[in-house]
């Protein structure tokens, strides 16, 4: 199975999960640092008159109120974002999970994650972005970041829904959007069922309300039931998947986007047994019934070539989480959205699709990391080399220890550098007490993790992203 097709079928469908209803030439961004962002102070958007508002400074946007009939906007309209550049070669892909019923026509995309492959580098990032942030939609006004698409279906945005959510995003966040790929519920359902499920690694343990039977009739009380998946590694058929991919109930946005993105990567493995390249013809044929895509067969054959460069280590996972926003109330509607926060959200932004390009005449080794697992549950070996690669590192699961091990600890055997060893352990919530310094030239791995009996798997990759 090669992984160009791997990541075709990912982008396709794997973040592609509906929400619930219960709830060029352009400068590059600066290099963000934790300074910068612990001395940017927190924003709080400050109602203004309900007028009419001036033009924008880029004449290149359309004016408020050039579309639709939208209310004034409660807060100051902010101005583009810096545009990032992109190599030629990139290309990035808006993965939308629509919440759209049969036999309705309104639907908003309550799943939003941008998926920027690059060629050259050997790199994907993919960056969630929550339901509810309140942004500008240019030509229109502040709303929430999931209605774009529906309104640029009725309003007559140029282009319709897919162009004006593009334009959103390539304002507020200074992302340019090449494709899109849309799903309901049960295009996701089948597709993971057709994969014959998926093995998920569940960081943390979750519970939230679940039907009991997924034909049940959800406006019926008695029909939901709390339902429990403890953290480990978890076969999901499609329901299970979709379940866990969409509930927040009981969690949060932030929460549910985490597992949003461990449903992908576990796509992502469960594809990887497969060998469907040949079969790429006939399958998109298939998925077009259920994926609404500007994406064309031909687009999807050129990522086929990235087979041999993207592993797990190589996808990084970034979230507009909890430091790049604040949560306010939208007087006038009372709506609970949650604004930008320009300056950590910019840094987020940029540190994001930020990738060094490979030297050919210095061929950088690969930070590669052996996984003993020490712990006694069967699991979080598996669970602790996901992590590892949430961090950049490959990750090698080894022959478990016979005995249980006392504390966690990291082995450097002297072939990387100190900020290396450290970012692991900052990775880990780990202390420089846990770090074993073992120089051995001979060694196939650069570091080896023993996962002991004191180790959490749970942990929150929407916090803290650009480091202490």
Not at 15 to 24: G, L, Q, R, Y
Request: net charge negative; proline share 10%; with cysteine.
């Amino acid at each position: 199975m090669t992984r160009g097709w791997l990541i075709s079928l990912a982008v396709l469908t794997a973040a592609c999960v509906p929400a619930s209803k219960v709830e060029s030439g352009a400068p590059r961004l600066a290099k963000p640092t934790a300074q910068s962002i612990a001395d940017a102070p927190p924003e709080t958007p400050t109602p203004e008159a309900k007028t009419t508002p001036q033009p924008l400074p880029d004449l290149g946007w359309p004016a408020p109120f050039s579309y639709g009939n939208p209310p004034a906007p409660p807060t100051p309209i902010p101005p583009p974002s810096a545009q990032l550049v992109f190599d030629r070669q990139v290309v990035n892909i808006l993965l939308l999970g629509s919440d759209r019923r049969p036999q309705s026509s309104s639907f908003r995309t309550d799943v939003l994650i941008i998926v920027s492959i690059h060629p050259e580098k050997g790199a994907v990032a993919m960056l969630s972005v929550p339901r509810d942030l309140y942004v500008y939609l240019p030509g229109y006004s502040m709303q929430r970041i999931n209605t774009a698409f529906s309104l640029g279906e009725t309003i007559g945005y140029p282009g319709g829904g897919p162009a004006l959510l593009a334009d959103t995003i390539r304002y507020n966040l200074g992302i340019p959007i090449h494709h899109f790929a849309r799903v309901e519920m049960d295009g996701f359902s089948r597709i993971v069922d057709t994969l014959g499920g998926v093995e998920v690694n569940v960081t943390c343990s979750y519970r939230d309300w679940r039907l009991k039977e997924p034909y049940l009739n959800p406006n019926v009380a008695q029909n939901w039931r709390l339902y429990t998946v403890t953290s480990g590694v978890v076969h999901m058929d499609g329901d299970l998947a979709l379940w866990y991919a969409r509930s927040r109930s009981l969690s949060s946005d932030f929460d549910r986007s985490r597992r949003q993105q461990e449903v992908l990567r576990a796509i992502y493995r469960q594809v990887l047994s497969f060998n469907l390249i040949p079969q790429l013809p006939a399958l998109y044929s298939e998925l077009s019934e259920t994926v609404s895509t500007d994406i064309g067969l031909t687009d999807l054959l050129t990522l086929a070539p990235l087979s041999a460069r993207i592993g797990s280590a190589d996808i990084r996972s970034r979230f507009i989480g909890r430091d790049e926003v604040t949560s306010w109330r939208v007087p006038v509607s009372g709506a609970q959205v949650l604004v930008p926060n320009p300056a950590s959200l910019q840094a987020l932004v940029a540190s994001a699709f930020d990738f060094e390009a490979p030297d050919e005449l210095v061929p950088e080794a690969a930070l590669t990391v052996e996984v003993i697992n020490a712990s006694g549950d069967t699991t979080w070996g598996a669970l602790a080399a996901e992590r590892l690669n949430y961090a950049g590192f490959e990750a090698f699961v080894g022959p478990a220890a016979p005995n249980p091990a006392n504390p966690t600890q990291l082995f450097d055997f002297g072939l990387a550098s100190a900020e290396d060893s450290l970012a692991i352990l900052r990775a880990f919530g780990l202390g420089s007490a846990r770090l074993v310094s073992s120089p051995d030239p001979a060694s196939p791995f650069v570091f080896r993790l023993v996962v002991g009996n004191d180790y959490d798997p749970c942990f929150d990759p929407t916090r803290g992203q650009l480091g202490s």
